[in-house]
């Protein structure tokens, strides 16, 4: 989907490690950005098997200094 516009660099699937399953989002990264503008305007909100997805640039996650938000191999 997101090759129509450009070269795709990764894309991660983020999965549940209690579950395993989905946790219905993931990354997409694009190393050219007007390649990357073209696929968030063209694909955010487009119907996808009947659920209209979002896509929009990832943001950097904050530290909010609670141990809880650090990932761990524990």
């Known amino acids: 989907m997101f090759e129509a516009y450009g070269t795709v660099q ?26 990357a503008k073209a696929a968030m305007k063209n694909l955010n909100y487009k119907d996808v098997d009947g659920n209209k997805i979002r896509v929009k640039k990832s943001e950097a996650k904050q530290d909010t200094g609670n141990s809880r938000d650090a990932e761990s191999d524990e």
């Open 10 to 35: 990764s894309c991660t699937l983020v999965i549940d490690k209690e579950t395993g399953s989905s946790k219905g989002f993931g990354f997409i990264e694009m190393p050219k950005p007007g390649e």
